[in-house]
Each structure stands twice: as C-alpha cells, then as structure tokens.
C-alpha cells in the first residue's frame, strides 16, 4: 500500500511559477512510476505528465510542454511537478498518481492505483 500526499499549491500571478511536491509512504517508492493529473472545474481529469520508476524517461501533455517538468527522487520518496509560465488555463486541483511497474519499464498514461487527494493551483490573470 502507498499513501501520497501533495504539497506546494497556492495562488499564482499569471507567468509566474509554482512547485508541486508528491510524498510518498512505503519502502519500495523506487518500484513506482509516478503522474500528475489536473481537474478543471467543470472537466473531466487529465494527465499532465509522467514519468517511470527510475527517473529517467518523462511524458508531457501537449498543453504544458516546454514549461512544466516532472521530477522524481527514489530517495526521498517523492515526484515533483515544477510549472513555469502559467496561465489561467492551468488552474485546477493537481493530483499525483502511482503504479507499480518493472525495473526498465517506461511511463505509463494510464492504470495507476494510488491517488493523493489533491492540490489546488489558482492563476490568476
């Protein structure tokens, strides 16, 4: 069982920047590929970006390339999301997402099993 919980929220100037953090409970946090997910009010959820267990291979939704990056530190048991030149269009509720997945695998876009409750992200314009 994975517990996760994010952090870093908050309300944002349009341009400006914000750092999501993932914290992760359990033992085998290296084991997990990891995703943030938004939900706009009003829509339905959606990936934002992913990335697999070790780190190393990274998926952007079209909307947020070249300005948002997913990061994920084994040894800290946490995955990060820092999000550069926002927008109005980015506010939502940010939840973070597990799985399991084999050593060497990649990220995956969908079948995760572990969700945080959420962190709300407000740009204003």
Request: hydrophobic share 30%; glycine share 12%; net charge positive.
């Amino acid at each position: 069982q994975v517990q996760l919980v994010e952090s870093g929220g908050g309300l944002v100037q349009a341009g400006g920047s914000l750092r999501l953090s993932c914290a992760a409970s359990g033992r085998t946090f290296s084991n997990y590929a990891m995703a943030w997910f938004r939900q706009a009010p009003g829509k339905e959820r959606v990936l934002v970006a992913a990335i697999s267990n070790g780190g190393s291979i990274t998926y952007y939704a079209d909307s947020v390339k070249d300005r948002f990056t997913i990061s994920k530190d084994n040894a800290k048991n946490t995955v990060y999301l820092q999000m550069n030149s926002l927008k109005p269009e980015d506010t939502a509720v940010y939840h973070c997402a597990g799985r399991r997945s084999p050593s060497g695998s990649g990220y995956y876009t969908g079948g995760y099993d572990y969700w945080g409750q959420g962190t709300q992200v407000t740009v204003s314009s």
